[in-house]
């Protein structure tokens, strides 16, 4: 069984993704805040990188089946409905609702990843669900790709640390693994440095970034393990819930 880790998506090719199920990895805070809605309720999220994209497309919608969301510098954007803050996305507002989501990193990874044979959502909110989809990936003979979103180009250490924690909790289903030196990386750094999640928030620079822009809950809450553990499956271009809570209702076919 081979797992490699992608420490951004700039590394992505369609070779290195045919054929093998990937996971899209943005703790802070686009596939935190996913797992949130969908958790919650929310019919679909349809994530899309360019803001003038995700406006068309939420024109599509009945006006009261939809909801604009995203930030771009990390703030809510003018006249959408909801900003990127997984705290806003509750069973009130987002239940049988599809969401239109445009973030600077995190929805266009999910893009990079269109050559996959499938592409899960992965964070810490949902490690338990999303590893049990990646064991039995890896059990029907895929190879998997951990796809960290990282920030404009660059490794960032949550995503990092995230996917090295999917590499060591699989590792106890699959103890033998075949891993790229990313993945080793990153299994190192889950396992043996960074065991605690939460201390992330003061280390990783976005989390810094987030906090000093007044988001500090957020940090807090994209660090929660199995906070929000949904199954969540990125499908002809829609992620959608595998696993929906049980009082869920979601509306429409
Ligand atoms: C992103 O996609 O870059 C993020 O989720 C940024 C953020 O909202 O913190």
New binding site residues.
């Given amino acids: 069984v081979r797992v490699d880790v992608a420490m951004t998506p700039l590394e992505l090719t369609a070779a290195s993704l045919h054929g093998r199920t990937a996971v899209v990895i943005?703790v802070?805070?686009?596939t935190t805040?996913i797992a949130a809605a969908l958790w919650n309720g929310a019919r679909a999220v349809v994530p899309f990188g360019e803001l003038d994209q995700a406006v068309q497309s939420a024109r599509q919608f009945e006006r009261d089946t939809v909801l604009l969301a995203g930030?771009r510098l990390?703030h809510a954007v003018d006249g959408f409905d909801l900003?990127?803050s997984p705290a806003e996305f509750t069973p009130d507002v987002v239940r049988g609702k599809t969401i239109v989501l445009t973030?600077?990193?995190?929805?266009?990874a999910f893009h990079a990843s269109d050559a996959a044979a499938e592409v899960f959502v992965g964070s810490f909110v949902n490690q338990a669900a999303t590893t049990v989809a990646l064991v039995e990936a890896l059990e029907a003979g895929r190879e998997l790709v951990l796809v960290c979103?990282g920030?404009n180009g660059t490794a960032s250490l949550e995503d990092s640390v995230c996917a090295g924690a999917f590499v060591a909790a699989i590792r106890e289903a699959l103890p033998i693994l075949e891993l790229n030196d990313a993945a080793q990386m990153c299994e190192r750094l889950a396992r043996d440095v960074w065991t605690d999640p939460t201390a992330l928030g003061r280390a990783a620079e976005?989390g810094r970034r987030?906090t000093a822009a007044g988001?500090g809950d957020?940090v807090a809450q994209c660090l929660c393990v199995d906070a929000f553990p949904v199954r969540a499956v990125y499908r002809d271009r829609a992620i959608t819930a595998m696993n929906v809570p049980h009082d869920v209702e979601i509306l429409g076919a």
């Fill in positions: 943005d802070f805070r686009a805040t930030e990390m900003g990127n973030t600077t990193n995190g929805t266009r979103a920030s976005h987030l988001f957020d």
